[in-house]
């Protein structure tokens, strides 16, 4: 392990002199400081292996492996993922996992049960399942800052449960009543919420996007969706009189147009969340493209179909890869002065109950 | 061995050389500092494909460093984690753990959870089955459908025919016809869990006799006493519990494209639940004195109104395929009869 892997450079404003290997479209300028991209180390053909006995075992054991399976699959990206010459680290053991899991899938049980037989306790179960987004929202950040490290050094979370309710509860509310138009100044508020409430080395992150910046997205997309909706309208109309060849490439249409906003908008949620952080002075550069992005889930999509499912972790390993080419840490200094913070012990129970029922925390 | 040191207090790399011996571990610095550990109290990360070990010394400092057969030695034993990781690194054993998958899963989504949930499906208690019904058709009532136009006497005249054809059958108790006008969905007929069988006014405007809607309630009455409705519920909820279970972690990508897989799957078993219920309605009107054929003109009459979706895409076999088996089963019986 050499300790030059990352340019060191203390040139102001110098383009041609940052060497990175991450297609960096905007790059800082006025910027005096060390640039480190993000590099992914892994391996489809090695995570092939494990994802494959992942399977068989989590198959052969009913579930019960999926534990071990989680933490060797997080392990394994955490440790291909280097920065600064260092790489990431996933601390957290199967069995708090697995019990977690297993309050999670008792409860996904009696939600489906429910959602057969008893569709008024499925409602109420559904009420409850919102009220406690927040608390379930918190304690998934909580767990997976507490066990990852980097140089020895955990994170921590510290999101506050009230202003969760108030992010995650009350203004969504306030966004659906605005009819859209305060959604963006919502999720400009939530990822603020996510990104200020981490803490690491001794410094807590502060959040620097700006709620116009959100506005910039959100009108894409709205525009998108006008044009998707009135062309989609168009092919259901044709489909009337010539037949159901136009039901079927409306159909297809559908499925990508949808797939493409989808991207777009997460693509330019990660580049605004991570472009926003601000730890100590450190920043970083998040330069995902819904092009390239785009083209890798679609090919994915179509690989791991084809496959029947054997494709999965090479097209994991191949996002992987993406995301960390377009990431770059952007140092003011060498990285070193960074302390330990406190380590508290975290249950997994709320974690794995967002995971279930898909309460998506991800950046 | 060479590795890199982080003592736990900063963030400073420090890479260092690594001697093991019986009681320690020693780890010596660029510039000289060193460092000792008690090997009793080192506890290591389990091995993983080519990752780089590490070893927590003392709950604070962790050390990093490619593994070795000497490291191997020198650790305590892996475990679980062990186990697996010396399984992964078979080339022979991963594709027997791949083949085992496959077949397993394959075996278990087409056979095992539908064998699972047709039983459980049978046991449902009728009240629990009825209930769902109803909840079932407030839904579309509110939905989708309007008040029937036909006359009292009309309906009554069909509900006439309609007692006559279930009487006799194992689940003649449950049945309630209920008429309304489609609306959206139409010229159609639905069987709803528990019995209640609803009949559109467009089908009965559509139909060129009444023989033509008797086929058809005979084909929904076969939906229910193949217990169909409870089936189709109990299947769904058992692969998304199944597939839950499995891929728990995969992602956002996975869980977009389970979507397509799922609704091709259900759309096959739909389609042969269809086939089942075609297949019973035939041998009901035959043996009710009533003619198959009159169930192939009923779906001529649907394919020339609306085409025809590709059979695999649909949750109904072809209209076109659908007349053809009622015209088979029409010149089996009048074979059977002729001998």
Not at chain 1, 53 to 64: D, E, K, M, P, W
Not at chain 1, 289 to 317: D, K
Not at chain 2, 49 to 74: F, G, I, V
Not at chain 2, 230 to 245: K, N
Request: a neutral charge.
């Amino acid at each position: 392990m050499t300790q030059g892997s990352s340019a060191s450079l203390e040139a102001v404003d110098a383009r041609a002199e940052y060497i990175t290997d991450s297609q960096v479209h905007e790059e800082p300028s006025g910027f005096a400081g060390i640039v480190h991209p993000f590099r992914f180390h892994g391996d489809a053909t090695e995570f092939f292996r494990i994802w494959i006995v992942n399977v068989a075992l989590t198959v052969l054991t009913l579930g019960i492996y999926s534990a071990w399976a989680k933490v060797r699959t997080r392990r394994y990206f955490y440790a291909s993922t280097e920065v600064a010459g260092s790489r990431m680290e996933y601390l957290a053991r199967p069995i708090p996992i697995l019990i977690g899991r297993g309050i999670a899938v008792a409860l996904l049980i009696a939600y489906l049960a429910t959602a057969q037989f008893a569709p008024i306790a499925h409602l109420f179960l559904i009420l409850a399942l919102v009220l406690a987004a927040p608390w379930i929202i918190v304690k998934a950040l909580a767990f997976r800052a507490r066990y990852s490290a980097w140089r020895g050094l955990n994170f921590r979370f510290i999101g506050g449960y009230g202003e969760a309710i108030v992010n995650f509860l009350l203004l969504p509310v306030l966004g659906l009543i605005s009819l859209g138009l305060a959604w963006p100044w919502v999720k400009a508020q939530q990822q603020a919420y996510i990104a200020e409430g981490h803490r690491f080395g001794g410094h807590q992150a502060v959040f620097r996007s700006t709620t116009a910046e959100y506005y910039q997205v959100y009108v894409v997309v709205v525009a998108v969706g006008v044009a998707l909706v009135m062309g989609i309208t168009l092919l259901n109309l044709m489909a009337m009189e010539g037949g159901s060849v136009y039901l079927g490439l409306a159909l297809i249409i559908g499925y990508f147009a949808y797939l493409a906003i989808f991207v777009f908008l997460r693509v330019k949620l990660t580049n605004l969340f991570w472009n926003g952080m601000d730890l100590d002075g450190h920043r970083f550069q998040c330069n995902l493209r819904t092009g390239p992005m785009f083209a890798i889930y679609s090919t994915n999509l179509v690989a791991i179909v084809l496959s029947l499912g054997l494709m999965i972790p090479w097209a994991m390993v191949r996002t992987a890869r993406y995301r960390a080419q377009c990431l770059t840490l952007l140092a003011t200094d060498d990285l070193e002065s960074f302390v330990a913070e406190a380590r508290h012990a975290r249950s997994a129970a709320g974690a794995e109950i967002g995971e279930v029922f898909d309460i998506d925390v991800g950046f | 061995m060479h590795g890199v040191l982080y003592l736990g207090s900063d963030s400073r790399r420090r890479p260092v050389e690594v001697e093991l011996d019986n009681v320690a571990l020693h780890a010596r610095e660029v510039d000289g500092t060193e460092h000792r550990w008690p090997r009793a109290g080192i506890v290591a990360t389990p091995p993983l494909a080519s990752t780089d070990r590490t070893l927590d010394l003392d709950d604070k400092a962790r050390l990093t460093l490619p593994d070795s057969e000497a490291l191997q030695a020198w650790l305590p034993r892996a475990g679980i984690e062990g186990w697996v990781d010396r399984l992964e690194r078979r080339w022979v054993l991963v594709a027997g753990a791949a083949l085992t998958t496959v077949v397993a899963t394959v075996l278990f989504l087409t056979l095992g959870l539908p064998w699972i949930a047709d039983r459980a499906a049978r046991q449902v208690p009728a009240v629990v089955e009825q209930q769902i019904g109803r909840q079932g058709l407030t839904l579309i009532d509110r939905a989708m459908l309007a008040e029937s136009r036909l006359s009292a006497d009309r309906q009554a005249g069909l509900r006439r025919q309609f007692e006559l054809l279930i009487a006799g059958l194992p689940r003649e108790a449950d049945y309630r016809l209920e008429f309304r006008r489609g609306r959206v969905i139409g010229a159609n007929a639905l069987a709803l869990p528990g019995g209640i069988i609803v009949l559109t006014d467009e089908l009965v405007e559509l139909a060129g006799d009444d023989g033509e809607i008797i086929a058809v309630l005979a084909h929904e009455a076969g939906h229910h006493e193949h217990y169909h409705g409870m089936r189709t519920g109990l299947r769904a909820a058992g692969l998304l519990v199944a597939l839950s279970a499995v891929t728990g972690d995969a992602g956002t990508v996975t869980s977009n494209l389970i979507a397509i897989p799922l609704t091709l799957v259900e759309n096959g078993h739909s389609r042969r639940f269809e086939r089942e219920a075609d297949a019973f309605a035939f041998d009901l009107l035959l043996r009710k004195g009533h003619s198959p054929a009159a169930f192939a003109r009923l779906m001529e009459r649907f394919e020339q109104r609306s085409g025809s979706v590709p059979g695999w895409l649909s949750t109904h076999p072809s209209s076109g395929e659908r007349a053809e088996r009622a015209k088979t089963a029409e010149a089996a019986a009048m074979n059977d009869v002729a001998d």
